[in-house]
Every structure is written in C-alpha cells, then in structure tokens.
C-alpha cells in the first residue's frame, strides 16, 4: 500500500534563523520576488542559490529566457509528456499516480528545476471550465486520493511540488477578477479538502494561490485562505507562491501569507514584493517581520530540497527523456482510455471491439477455378483531425515540448504493420489552425480577455463562414467516400486545446467543427464506426444512441496513440473509470441552470454542495455516462459484501469480486456512502473508497477495504467542524456509482 507522506517534514529552525540573520534587508527582498519569469534570486555571498521553478502539470515545459515569452527554441528541452490529471484521475489507479509523479518529478530535477507547477487539483465544478483537462474530477475525494502519490512522487526527487490554484479557481472567464462565493459547507466538503491534504498528508512544500477572489478578496491576499485556514488551521509552513500576476497590492500582499511574487511582466524590479517594499519597509509602513517570515519559508523549502550547505552535494540530480519514463507514460495511458459503449456489430453476436486478428487477416483472392492467386488488405479508414494531431504543445501553461507523441494513426499502424491498408481523411475542417508553437498566449494573460470578440456582420467574418461551410463540405465528401470503401471505420474527433484550454472557457458543450453531421453520416454508412474522443472535458453526443462504439481518451500523454491501439485491438483490456460525469446535455448541469458559471464579476456557488455527481443524483437526472462508469472487454461480478467495525471504531468492506469473462481485466470497486436521515441536506450517496483490482480470468479474490470518513461526516457550520450524527448509514457497493448492487446498512 501507498503511504501518504510527500517529503520531508523537518523544520530547519536553527539553519534557519542563522542565515535569516545574516542577510540584508535587499537580499531578503530580492529572494521574495522573481528576477525571470520562472526564477527569484539567490544570495550568492551565503551559498544561497535562487529558486527556479518550471511548469507543469504534463510535463517538464520548455524553456524560456528570463525575460522573454518567446521558448529558448534550443533542442535540449523535449520531455516526457505524461497524461494530463484528467487521464491520471480516469485510472482510478494510485499507484500510476505515484509512477507519474516521480517522473515530473526525476524530469525536473534533471532539467536543473527546484518546483514543478503541479499539480492542479481544483473541482470540476463545471464541464465548461477550460482548465478541466489539468484538473482531476468532480469528487474531491478521488482528487484526493490521486494528487497525493503524485506529489510523493514528484518531491522524492528533491523537487517541490506546488498544488495549485488555491482556492475556488473554476473557471477561466473573468479569472484574473472573478468574485467566488462559496458557502463554508460547501467550501469545507468539496473545494478544499484535495488541497488540505495535499499539504498536511502530502507536505507538498509549495502551493500556489489562485488569481480570483474569494468572498472579496484577492486569493494572493486573502486573510481567510492564507493565513486563517492555511497557515492556522492546517499548520502549513511551505512557500506560497503566487500565481503568475496574480497580486494586486504590496501592503496588501507583504503582511498576507503570499511568500514569493511571480508574474509574467519583465519589470522584475516594480513588483510589489520588490522595490515598491523596500520602500515600504523603510518608511516604515511594512514590518520586516513580513518579509523574514516569507524569507523563513522559502529557506525551509530549500533545506527540504537539499538546496543548502553540505547536502546540496546529495540532493538527486533527476534525468530525463529515459526510456523508463516512456514506458511509465505508456502504462499510464493504458490505464486512461475509457471503454463507454460496445455494442453488437450489426447483424452479429459479437461486440465491435477489441477488433479481432481476424477482422484484420489479409483475404485470399482466388480465381474463376477457385485457386487462391493473392491476398487483399483489410482496409481501416481512419477518420478526423484529432487522429493525426499532437496535443503537447497546447492548452496554456501545460504545453510541452514532447520528445515526441503518438497519434492514434501511428499507432494503428505501427501496431498493425504492412499487412493492413490504413487511410485517413481529415473528416472536418478546423478554419485558422495555427501551430500551437506561433500562438504567444502568456504574454497577453493578464489581460481580462485573452481572445477579443469579433463583430459577426463584419465582411471578414462572412467571408470566414463561407469559407468555413465550402472547406467542410469538400472534407465530409471526401470523408464519406473512403468510408464507403472501408472494412473498418475508426472516427476520431473531440476537442483540442484550443477548445481546453487556459485563459478562457468554453461558450457550450457541443462538438466543433461540424463534427456531429460527420459522425452522422459515417454512421449512416458503417454502423459499427468506432468513435473515439479525444478531449479534455465532456462534449454533447447527440449521435450516441446510434454509436455502438465510443472509446474515451483525455489527454493521454505521448504515448496515447500506442496506448489506444492496444486497445482497440484488445492487447490491453480498457479499466478506466469517468473521474467525472457526462451530462447528456449542458443544460442539465446546475451550474446552467442556476446561471452561475462563466460570468463576469461575481460568482456564487449556489449549488452548494451538489457538484457533479452529487447534483444529478439529487434531482434524478439521467447523465449520458455517470461518474464512475467505464467498461470493460471482459465482466466482473461482485457478491457477499460485509462492512466491519474493528475494536477502535474503524471500518472496513470486504467484498468477493470474480473475473466471470474469458480474458484478463481490472474492475474498481467503488464504494459509497449514504446517510439517509440527517438534520441537513445530504447528498444520495458520496465516495468513500475504492481500489482497482486485477483479475485473470475466472478469478475470484476477496478485497477488503478500509472505510474513510468521507459521507458520514458533513460540516457542520455552527460547530465548525466535520461531524457524524448517529444512525444508519449505508454503504454501496459497486462498478459505477449508477450501479451499485451491493448495499449494507450500519449503525453509528
Ligand atoms: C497559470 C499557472 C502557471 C503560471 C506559470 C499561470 O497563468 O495559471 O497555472 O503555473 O501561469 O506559467
């Protein structure tokens, strides 16, 4: 079993206070702001080194100058590109979570990194947010339960992990701004939990704050956030970066718990923690207090690091671009691809995928005497821009340069060798695609609006829609016509970054690009099309009655291409499970409803608690897939669950899972609870635990579970604090939490 702890939790209090007292007021300060976009300064006289921090989430990013958002452009900063959280989260597997974090972790510290920007683990509190696809899941508990491996992971080697963007950062609309109000329930069980535990269990030494305000206030000087919860309740003595521009004031920021001022302006020395403070301080109006206990922080951090004295000669050196690393990338990935539906082929009793050898052997040709003269190729028509494109260098400050990236067209073909006849069209046209290596999106980020609006009735735009429609029609044509010639027809389509992406959300949830006629009309012509979504967040599917075979990949790394081949042609049997659920359609999200999503100004959470799966449960409506969901190539039965309550009031599940299929799989067993009589509003049903679970086939284990607390404790707002009423409580078990057969009531 995983244990939790991030890193190194000792506190340096004399090494810390030695240097403190050695450093000048201007070393301080400069230690406390950055001198580059991504570096503070050191203080060389005292063997301190500066602090250089990188993004993110996927993967070490590319290197910039100091002083310029344009990438250094040299070749020696290609990476490891790893699945984005959303995929991470879709493996329900702890374990791939802690593989992958020691490879951001080994990479960065091997591009000479002393903090990784990761990981993001805000909610997805709606499916428009552009940032989704950096973030894990509506549940905080399966937040949880991923980001912790992944920061130990990452902090093994000597690198700070920096959870981000605390707190209530859920949309991208108006976010250098937006006004959140959250009430405290909701705060305290849904919003903050995942970044409580990643500092108090996890001891991730840094975390950023996030650019918007709560109830207020700017999160970079919320009195609240930063030093009433963070600093007081939960104790954290890490280093609070800002997020990069997101401080407003110097008074205001000094005496906060903010530590160290990042931006994304050249003006290093205007800062608010930089001369204006000096200033401040000399005249003055700011303690140097303030400015010693940031310094203290920072210092920790670095003893945690190894940055300081003698250990500095131990501190790991990282590496990267292994093949070890490669490896992880593709074991992640197999893990992250989502099974939705396999249905029967038409006209057959099997299910369209795994593709069989003999769905693709070569046919033999004979002649009018029967005599076989030669052999015909199965023809796979691959379908759509997402089958050919490459994600990495996308989506804000998650791009990466990756060393390189499987499309899922190279890796049909290189899965399936010479004997097969693989075509593709581009099946929809994208109008002004540029590469993602032209767009300098940074530069301009603290602007309100990254994108301006342009006037639809302008001669320029008509022109673009005509365009648009002729360029559309000619590729659903050409499309449509090799598909006609097809044995298989593989579409693959979703979103891209321009869609997920930082910086902005997106205006609905349907596909882009026409894509919906398209699959249409593919589906018209080969009913057993095999769909696959490449997408960071859910989209509207109106076909999907109609698709017998949907196969779900987030963001999957450079690997993914590799990763989905396998498969499709049932090499790898899929295991992945929704981190989220998927509306059928925006307008059943609440956040819709309620209208409180994506606006400008003032945000007010007013679904409370009922986020995701919590909401749709509550008001019955059906989703297109629900939270939990995912198939599998072979069946699972689940029977005999006992819950059981040891001497010291702890509990635990035991359940008999079997493999009832003839191949080798893993099911997640999920576990819920619900707490149906309670004197406030509950939700049906929580997560409360869950664990993956391999089985070859015929299989049978018996899988115990330890219980957490998570639905039979709620906040309770007077007391302040997560309490549990006596009762019954009961606790659900099974493979989706819409399909949970196996109930047990308890008494507390
Ligand atoms: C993002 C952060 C990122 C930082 C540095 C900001 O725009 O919100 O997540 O780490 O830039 O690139």
């Not at 503070?40 to 990013?61: A, F, H, N, W, Y």
């Not at 291409?561 to 059943?588: C, H, I, Q, R, W």
């Amino acid at each position: 079993m995983l244990t939790r702890t991030g890193g190194n939790n000792m506190n340096y209090k004399l090494q810390i206070e030695e240097l403190l007292g050695q450093l000048t007021l201007e070393e301080k300060i400069d230690m406390i702001h950055g001198c580059g976009f991504f570096r503070t300064k050191g203080v060389e006289r005292l063997g301190i080194p500066g602090v250089v921090t990188s993004d993110g989430p996927m993967g070490v990013r590319m290197q910039f100058p100091d002083d310029s958002w344009i990438p250094v452009g040299k070749t020696d900063d290609y990476v490891t590109y790893n699945p984005s959280n959303s995929a991470l989260a879709a493996t329900w597997n702890p374990e791939l979570a802690y593989e992958s974090g020691k490879v951001l972790g080994e990479e960065a510290r091997g591009r000479g990194k002393d903090v990784i920007l990761a990981p993001g683990i805000n909610i997805k509190r709606d499916p428009l947010c552009g940032r989704n696809f950096e973030y894990m899941s509506e549940d905080p508990y399966l937040t949880e339960t991923m980001a912790l491996p992944l920061i130990r992971g990452i902090q093994e080697n000597d690198v700070a992990a920096c959870v981000k963007h605390f707190a209530v950062n859920n949309q991208e609309t108006d976010r250098m701004a937006v006004d959140t109000y959250v009430d405290e329930r909701a705060l305290r069980e849904i919003y903050l939990p995942a970044f409580k535990a990643a500092v108090q269990e996890g001891c991730s030494y840094s975390i950023m704050n996030a650019y918007n305000q709560f109830r207020g206030h700017f999160c970079s000087e919320s009195k609240e956030l930063l030093d009433d919860i963070l600093r007081e309740e939960w104790g954290y003595d890490g280093v609070v970066i800002s997020d990069w521009g997101s401080t407003h004031s110097t008074k205001g920021v000094a005496e906060s718990s903010m530590d160290m001022e990042m931006s994304v302006t050249t003006d290093f020395e205007d800062y608010y923690l930089a001369r204006p403070l000096l200033e401040a301080v000399r005249k003055g109006e700011v303690d140097e207090a303030c400015v010693d206990a940031k310094v203290r922080n920072i210092l920790r951090m670095m003893f945690r690091l190894k940055m300081l004295g003698g250990q500095a000669c131990e501190r790991k050196q990282g590496v990267y671009d292994t093949s070890e690393h490669r490896q992880k990338a593709y074991e992640a990935a197999k893990e992250a691809i989502i099974l939705l539906k396999n249905e029967e082929r038409e006209g057959e009793r099997r299910r369209v995928l795994p593709l069989s050898p003999a769905d693709l052997a070569m046919q033999p040709v004979s002649d009018a005497a029967g005599k076989v003269i030669s052999a015909r190729k199965r023809r796979i028509v691959m379908i759509g821009h997402n089958a050919v494109y490459h994600h990495a260098g996308g989506g804000g400050s998650a791009e990466i340069k990756a060393l390189y990236e499987i499309s899922p067209l190279l890796g049909m073909k290189k899965a399936l060798g010479g004997n097969v006849e693989i075509v593709h069209a581009q099946g929809y046209y994208i109008p002004g695609k540029k590469d993602v290596n032209e767009v300098n999106w940074q530069e301009a980020s603290l602007e309100r609006r990254v994108m301006g609006e342009k006037d639809p009735d302008s001669e320029e735009q008509k022109a673009l829609r005509k365009e648009i429609e002729e360029n559309r029609a000619k590729l659903l044509q050409e499309a449509c016509a090799l598909a006609k010639t097809a044995d298989i027809v593989i579409f693959v389509g979703g979103l891209n970054h321009d869609y997920d992406t930082e910086g902005r959300d997106r205006a609905d949830m349907k596909l882009p690009y026409g894509q919906d006629e398209l699959i249409r009309a593919l589906l018209d012509i080969n009913p057993d099309t095999i769909v696959v979504m490449h997408a960071g967040s859910p989209v509207e599917m109106p076909w999907l009655d109609r698709a017998k075979a949907l196969v779900w990949c987030y963001f999957s790394g450079m690997e993914t291409g590799s990763a989905l081949a396998d498969v499709l042609l049932g090499k790898v049997n899929p295991s992945a499970k929704l981190p989220e659920t998927f509306p059928v359609k925006y307008s059943d999200t609440v956040t819709c409803k309620n209208g409180e999503f994506g606006k400008e100004g003032r945000v007010e959470y007013k679904e409370g608690i009922f986020v995701g799966y919590r909401y749709y449960e509550k008001e019955g409506i059906k989703p297109a897939f629900s939270f939990g969901y995912g198939l599998s190539y072979t069946q699972f039965s689940l029977k005999d669950l006992k819950v059981l309550q040891a001497p010291d009031h702890s509990l635990k599940l035991t359940v008999q899972v079997k493999n009832t299929g003839d191949r080798a799989g893993a099911e997640v067993i999920q576990c819920y609870v619900s707490d149906p009589v309670c004197s406030v509003e509950r939700p049906v049903k929580e997560l409360n635990a869950y664990q993956k679970v391999f089985l070859q086939p015929g299989e049978e284990k018996q899988v115990t579970i330890p219980l957490t607390e998570r639905g039979f404790v709620y906040y309770d707002v007077e007391r302040k604090a997560f309490v549990t009423e006596p009762g019954e409580y009961v606790v659900s078990v099974g493979n989706a939490s819409d399909n949970c057969l196996l109930q047990e009531c308890i008494v507390l």
